[in-house]
T-cell receptor, first 115, second 114 residues
Framework: DADVTQTPRNRITKTGKRIMLECSQT?????MYWYRQDPGLGLRLIYY???????NKGEISDGYSVSRQAQAKFSLSLESAIPNQTALYFC??????????????FGSGTRLTVV | GQNIDQPTEMTATEGAIVQINCTYQ??????LFWYQQHAGEAPTFLSY????GLEEKGRFSSFLSRSKGYSYLLLKELQMKDSASYLC???????????????FGGGTRVLVKP
């Protein structure tokens, strides 16, 4: 099994619908992140969590919310999806003591299309 | 905040060397990372620099100059499988640990031709 698992892998949804993207990890890392990737814009941080009780907004949090249900699980929700939220979404984890050697561990991504 | 610039695209020939530059302006600096990302896949970690100088890992090397806000990734003996995007990312520093997160540049797509 992958260290960081994202579900679903692909999703098409309609404008206005609520959708949840899920992320689970077996790395035992406290830190988890949600990024979105658009062509030419690299990865942009949506939300991040440094432990179960800690949630922080990233640079593009508007229209999104998150839930850290446990150390291993970090979910991203789009309350009312809109077409410009069509993107590739990545979940990542890290351990501050090993980031220098291993960086972040990314999931395989969720390709979301809002029509 | 952070501002990170890298070229959009580069083309090189199999067996050659390519250098991907990254410049950054940041309010706080706590390390620079390079990642490789094949199309539609997750980024994978390549290297980390926090002190000035060159770090070598096999065919890949990464250089950092903190005073210039500059880094480069050097790919030697290019192979077809090196065709991918290469992402430069800067780790910030904050009063609280929450400042220590990565900000990514837009990525450089490298195309290796036979």
């Amino acid at each position: 099994d992958a260290d960081v698992t994202q579900t679903p892998r692909n999703r098409i949804t309609k404008t206005g619908k609520r959708i949840m993207l899920e992320c689970s990890q077996t790395k035992g890392h406290d830190r988890m992140y949600w990024y979105r990737q658009d062509p030419g814009l690299g990865l942009r941080l949506i939300y991040y969590s440094f432990d179960v009780k800690d949630i922080n907004k990233g640079e593009i949090s508007d229209g999104y919310s998150v839930s850290r249900q446990a150390q291993a699980k970090f979910s991203l929700s789009l309350e009312s999806a809109i077409p410009n939220q069509t993107a590739l979404y990545f979940c990542a984890t890290s351990d501050p003591y090993t980031e220098a050697n291993y960086g972040y561990t990314f999931g395989s991504g969720t390709r979301l299309t809002v029509v | 905040g952070q501002n990170i610039d890298q070229p959009t695209e580069m083309t090189a020939t199999e067996g050659a060397i390519v250098q991907i530059n990254c410049t950054y302006q940041t309010s706080g600096f706590n390390g620079l990372f390079w990642y490789q990302q094949h199309a539609g896949e997750a980024p994978t970690f390549l290297s980390y620099n926090v002190l000035d100088g060159l770090e070598e890992k096999g065919r890949f090397s990464s250089f950092l100059s903190r005073s210039k806000g500059y880094s480069y990734l050097l790919l030697k003996e290019l192979q077809m499988k090196d065709s991918a995007s290469y992402l430069c990312a800067v780790r910030g520093i904050g009063i609280k640990a929450a400042g220590n997160k990565l900000t990514f540049g837009g990525g450089t797509r490298v195309l290796v031709k036979p």
